[in-house]
């Protein structure tokens, strides 16, 4: 490339509006952290920033002890893991059948596929056919309607239609059928589409909020997102920013506020880095192919 | 003989057709039950009639839509939040990917990439909580320091004069670094030759910018643009239903949030379905509109 005059005033304006853009991006976590981990005492007289003061384990203490906090993470991870393998089994295999010209019917249910991306029933049809269908307030109501996403299928289909011909051909050869074929051939080669698709999926129900709360009606079976925001948005007290423990302890709002966003986001954070290489390709893909 | 081929080829492929049997189930099941269940808007749906057996009543409940003048404000307030949303939220993500285009050191890029990245893993849920929590008058990072500059205290999400500021910026927050994904990928496309000429040429920083960044970023910039022009009437509506309070109504309710109120809240099934499918026909028309354009300029089709 070609080398500038560094220290001129776009190279400053630049740095700075960069470096800005991180902090802004970042001191919400390191705040959140910092204050979760805090002493009380500390975040009531507003001394906490960006690391913690009289570091305790407190605040998780309570925040993991309390059972509605814990139901819904139990929750959260039955959906998040049982909704994904759904979701990769219906996608994957009809991904595959798609990306093949002698799939019958192929192209009409590649139509219907693409309608969907451009119109829906809507919010009241779609809690309607919920009831209609006897999901409502059942696991399955969070799983399935999420488990074709028109998306998802046409990056897996994209990437199934480049797939050298050469070896499912010598698996026909050796006498496999598609199933054969897809099964022991095409899947172990693939896994690298797969795991990219399943991140989309579960990070998708991890993440979703309304869903849960237009198809759930029982506190038993709302997920760690639902919790979240009752946590979050509404104030546990009515007018006071702190609460009082059993054990006579006063305990800022916000620091239970903080630690649960902490719990929530920490799987999230925990899978970053698989997520950012392998979403950055998906989305690569995806324009590409769209 | 065209029987007895289609029999042929459904032998040949019963493998592959077993295998797309489940997703066409989900299809049906979830996309369009869902879609015949449209019906209702032209029905006086009653859930102990049933579908069938609710009468039909035309276009009484459009009319009754567009007779409300509160109707008015909430279009309103939906393409206002979706204009304001497009001036500001798409050039974002394109200056941004200008400037990180500009650094050299590849540690420092990739830096402010990864860190930009993270906001658009967290859920609506934790962003909009954020925001609440750190714009809070009294507890919030921002109004402390707008009472250390000595600002008076701004109730940011009790006034309905923020909340299409609130909406906009945390959007932004969330989605500046992952929307120039595309963009970056873009800009390492283009031939470094042609700035080497440019130089030689005598071209400074900002025609470089003006006639060969700008030039080679322009088919992407436009396809993009028209695929945000056709969801004009989509707005994100989890993110502006967490931040509604009571108090910002005036500006907050949006055609997907009143949908909600209607008919989930007070089970007015059948007129809440007939504004929601007003909003998505209008959707559908700037999306096909939006892709006509696209074809005249590119020659490439957003599908």
């Known amino acids: 490339m070609i080398k500038e005059n560094r220290l001129d005033f776009w190279w400053f304006l630049r740095n700075f509006i960069l470096i800005f853009i991180i902090a802004i991006m970042l001191y919400p976590f390191i705040h959140m952290l910092a204050v979760s981990f805090s002493d009380t005492i500390y975040v009531l007289r507003n001394e906490v920033g960006i690391y913690p003061k009289g570091f305790t384990l407190d605040i998780y203490k309570l925040v993991l002890g309390d059972k509605r906090i814990f139901t819904a993470y139990k929750n959260t991870i039955i959906y998040v893991v049982l909704g994904t393998v759904i979701a990769l089994l219906v996608t994957t295999s009809a991904a595959y059948a798609l990306s093949k010209k002698r799939c019958p019917f192929g192209k009409i249910i590649n139509i219907m596929i693409l309608i969907t991306m451009f119109f829906s029933g809507g919010m009241i049809p779609s809690f309607l056919a919920i009831n209609w269908l006897k999901l409502y307030d059942t696991i399955w109501a969070i799983v399935l309607p999420g488990a074709l996403s028109a998306w998802n299928l046409i990056v897996m289909r994209s990437f199934f239609a480049e797939y050298p011909e050469e070896i499912e051909e010598s698996g026909r050869i050796d006498g496999l059928n598609d199933l054969g074929i897809l099964w022991y051939l095409v899947l172990p080669t693939s896994t690298a589409v797969i795991a990219t698709i399943g991140l989309f999926y579960g990070v998708a129900i991890w993440n979703s909020y309304f869903t849960p709360l237009l198809y759930l009606s029982q506190d038993s079976k709302y997920p760690l997102q639902i919790i979240l925001q009752q946590v979050v948005m509404k104030s546990i007290s009515a007018n006071q920013d702190v609460i009082t423990s059993s054990g006579g302890k006063v305990i800022p709002e916000d620091s239970i506020k903080f630690a649960t966003i902490i719990v929530s986001i920490v799987p999230i954070i925990l899978v970053y880095p698989f997520l950012q290489k392998y979403f950055v390709k998906g989305v690569m893909i995806g324009s590409i192919k769209g | ?303």
Not at chain 2, 39 to 47: D, H, R, T
């Open chain 2, 1 to 303: 003989m065209k029987f007895q081929k289609s029999i042929k080829r459904l032998a040949d492929g019963k493998y592959l057709f077993m295998l797309v049997i489940p997703a066409v189930i989900c299809l049906l099941l979830f996309s369009y039950l869902p879609m015949w269940g449209v019906l209702i808007a032209f029905k006086e749906y009653s859930p102990f009639k049933g579908f069938a057996d609710s009468p039909w009543v035309g276009l009484k409940h459009f009319i009754n839509f567009f007779n409300d003048p509160f109707s008015y404000k909430y279009i309103r307030n939906t393409l206002l939040l979706s204009v304001y949303s497009l001036a500001w939220g798409f050039p974002a993500p394109i200056i941004f990917a200008l400037m990180l285009n500009e650094v050299s050191n590849v540690r420092y890029k990739k830096l402010v990439q990864t860190v930009s990245y993270m906001p658009h893993f967290y859920s609506t849920v934790v962003v909009v909580g954020l925001f609440t929590m750190f714009l809070s008058p009294t507890s919030g990072e921002v109004g402390k320091l707008m009472a250390m500059m000595g600002f008076e205290k701004i109730y940011f999400l009790a006034d309905a004069r923020y909340f299409r500021s609130i909406y906009i910026a945390s959007e932004i927050w969330q989605s500046l670094g992952w929307g120039a994904i595309i963009y970056l990928a873009a800009l390492t496309n283009i031939d470094p030759q042609l700035y080497e000429a440019a130089v030689i040429d005598g071209a400074g920083r900002f025609k470089r910018m003006l006639y060969i960044t700008l030039p080679c970023l322009m088919p992407t910039i436009i396809v993009l643009l028209l695929l945000r022009l056709g969801q004009v009437m989509n707005v994100g509506f989890e993110r502006a239903f967490l931040f509604q309070t009571p108090s910002n109504y005036e500006t907050s309710q949006i055609i997907q949030t009143y949908v909600y109120e209607r008919g989930i809240r007070s089970n007015n099934f059948s007129y809440a379905t007939a504004v929601g499918l007003f909003n998505s026909v209008i959707n559908l028309v700037l999306l096909l509109l939006a892709n006509t354009l696209s074809k005249k300029f590119n020659q490439a089709s957003l599908w």
